[in-house]
């Protein structure tokens, strides 16, 4: 939230009004604790839907809270880029808790949230297996937990994104460290999963958004911190998720990479469409020093000797992005853009392969 933007007199007076009626006072409480789609709103308030959406309507407008698009589903949330909403936070931190109103409609977005969660767990459930078994195949998750804490640094960080973020793990374990959080991934089942774990955890600093690794609807040199944990091995070109990831990566923020070290089980190709088998020190570094940032830490996480030989070791890199004046990361885009584009998508896939192969 940008604390240091202020309202005008007259903003002021049309924010006051836009909160100043109960249903909407409702609804900024019940935002306060999560995003809500219009749907959850009218079954929570039990008012019709066209109640409900000129309510949001009018406090979208005044700027206590924003919307977004996932899919068919608009869900909204109190700003957090516009001084409005730390004008809604106030005013409903006045609220009593005690309220009987306010206290229903707490139990029925509960319930409401339970009832997601079961149905998101259903998905889950159904993969179940398929997780289990990967998971006995490489090191530890605690062990590959804390070296991530260890590598990436104590922040704290303004913003941290976590790309591919499935069911939010990395969210949930740095969200101590950030002062706002942002998961992106491609599957909606997954995002339906993060999001009834994060409200049920209390993370309202932590949001996830549907949204395609290549082409993030970010703004450039905006994060602190970008995690990428078991995602490059499911991706055609991650040399370009890597270069997608570095133009958001703000001067002088880390990129943190997770990913398998070069194995020979092809069965994953199949069973669980890894497109990659793993990935080699050398070659991950490419990617990312073509993607304009410096490689700082490369450490390999191997599996005991009692785990036998079929196990998988798991890897971590991590990148700054060095602290250069606009000007030049701007050349620096463009020259690899160029250089990007001269090559053509398929040559870049090649020659990736090619190092793989000579990495194994
Ligand atoms: C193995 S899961 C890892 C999830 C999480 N990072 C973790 O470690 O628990 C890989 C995730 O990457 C997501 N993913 C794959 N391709 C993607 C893309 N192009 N854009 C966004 N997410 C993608 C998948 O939907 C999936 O949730």
New binding site residues.
């Given amino acids: 939230m940008d604390h240091s933007a202020s309202l005008t007199v007259d903003d002021l007076v049309a924010a006051l009004k836009s909160a100043a009626e109960p249903t909407r006072l409702r609804i900024l409480m019940l935002l306060a604790a999560g995003e809500l789609n219009v749907k959850d709103l009218t079954l929570i308030l039990g008012q019709s839907q066209p109640r409900i959406s000129r309510h949001l309507k009018l406090l979208t407008e005044a700027g206590l809270v924003e919307r977004f698009r996932e899919g068919s589903w608009v869900y909204f949330h109190i700003s957090d880029r516009q001084p409005g909403g730390r004008l809604a936070l106030r005013l409903i931190a006045d609220v009593d808790a005690r309220d009987a109103q306010m206290r229903r409609d707490r139990e029925r977005a509960d319930a409401l949230k339970r009832e997601r969660e079961s149905s998101a767990q259903a998905f889950f459930e159904a993969h179940a297996a398929d997780w289990d078994r990967i998971r006995t195949l490489h090191v530890a998750e605690r062990d590959v937990e804390m070296a991530m804490q260890d590598a990436i640094g104590p922040g704290p960080f303004k913003f941290f994104v976590?790309?591919?973020?499935?069911?939010g793990?990395?969210l949930d374990l740095f969200a101590d460290r950030y002062t706002r959080g942002l998961g992106?991934?491609?599957?909606q089942a997954?995002l339906a999963y993060a999001r009834a774990k994060l409200l049920h955890g209390g993370r309202t600093h932590a949001q996830v958004r549907h949204?395609?690794?290549?082409a993030l609807s970010l703004a450039d040199r905006q994060a602190d911190a970008i995690?990428?944990?078991?995602?490059l091995h499911?991706?055609s070109d991650p040399g370009l998720?890597i270069r997608e990831a570095a133009r958001v990566l703000a001067p002088g923020g880390r990129l943190l990479i997770v990913d398998f070290a070069p194995h020979d089980l092809e069965f994953l190709r199949d069973a669980e469409a890894h497109e990659r088998l793993g990935f080699s020190h050398d070659q991950v570094k490419g990617w990312l020093r073509d993607a304009g940032l410096t490689p700082k830490l490369v450490r390999d996480l191997g599996p005991v000797a009692t785990d036998g030989a079929d196990k998988l070791t798991v890897t971590l890199w991590l990148a700054e992005r060095p602290d250069a004046p606009r000007n030049s990361v701007a050349q620096t885009s463009q020259q690899i853009s160029s250089a990007d584009s001269n090559q053509g998508r398929a040559q870049r896939a090649g020659r990736g392969a090619g190092k793989y192969e000579e990495a194994r």
């Fill in positions: 976590d790309l591919g973020t499935g069911t793990r990395a992106i991934d491609v599957n997954m949204g395609d690794i290549y995690v990428m944990h078991q995602v499911f991706l998720a």
